[in-house]
């Protein structure tokens, strides 16, 4: 198998940070792509389609030997609704709110479409929050940290305080599940820090 060369189909500043943590030489172009649900869509089912969707959108546009696109997309379920990013203030006090001292799912689906065709995955973790405070949530609110966040919180900045367990991948609540993204790379021919792949 050559090695291939990566493009993320993503914008997000974590997925990036986290694909350079595994040592992969990659570049990016964002996927923009109706993001609308179906009629009575299940979360995963969308999650998945949206991270297909997007790995095709860029697939299209390049040549397909040579190259690999990696597709990634994140959703937050807390009793079958889907938690996106907070419209406003009150919004995202009501996210807030509605994790408080609960435990919610969040979900990510990843796509890698090469020459041969698309392998997907999709990984879930299951997190619980500690009961917070109005006082607590609108201190919170005051950063800058929940305005670019699907449901209202990174994990890896002060709401990684409101956690009191977590069941699964860390990396995956961060936006892109590291175990499973490398598994998924080095098997299709992308090269990371840790795995060389094999030149024909």
Same mark, same amino acid.
């Given at each position: ?6 493009? !993320?189909?993503? #914008? ?8 350079? *943590? ?8 964002? #996927? ?12 995963? /089912?969308?999650? *998945? ?5 997007? =790995? *095709?959108?860029?697939?299209?546009? *390049?040549?397909?030997? =040579? ?9 937050? $379920?807390?009793? +079958?609704?889907?938690? +996106?990013?907070?419209?406003?203030? &009150?919004? &995202?006090?009501?996210?807030?709110? #509605? ?12 796509? !890698?479409?090469?020459?041969? +065709? ?16 109005? &006082? ?5 609110? #005051? ?13 890896? =900045? ?9 069941? +699964?991948?860390?990396?995956? $609540?961060? =936006?892109?599940? !590291? ?15 840790? /795995? ?5």
């Amino acid at each position: 198998m050559s090695q291939r060369r990566l493009i !993320l189909a993503s #914008a997000s500043p974590r997925r990036r940070e986290l694909l350079d *943590q595994l040592g992969v030489s990659f570049t990016c172009i964002p #996927a923009h792509i109706d993001e609308s649900y179906w009629v009575d869509e299940n979360p995963s /089912n969308y999650v *998945q389609r949206m991270a297909q969707e997007k =790995g *095709q959108a860029i697939a299209l546009l *390049q040549p397909a030997l =040579g190259w690999a696109v990696l597709a990634a997309d994140t959703i937050v $379920v807390i009793s +079958g609704t889907v938690l +996106g990013k907070p419209k406003d203030r &009150a919004d &995202a006090l009501h996210m807030l709110m #509605a994790l408080s001292g609960r435990q919610h799912s969040v979900f990510t689906a990843l796509s !890698l479409v090469t020459v041969t +065709g698309m392998v997907c995955q999709l990984v879930e973790t299951k997190v619980e929050f500690m009961s917070l405070s109005d &006082a607590t949530c609108e201190a919170y609110l #005051a950063t800058d940290e929940p305005w670019d966040k699907a449901r209202s919180y990174g994990i890896q =900045g002060l709401a990684g305080a409101f956690v009191r367990s977590i069941e +699964g991948s860390y990396s995956n $609540v961060v =936006g892109l599940p !590291l175990c499973e993204t490398w598994q998924l790379l080095s098997s299709n021919g992308v090269s990371t820090a840790l /795995n060389a792949a094999p030149l024909d």
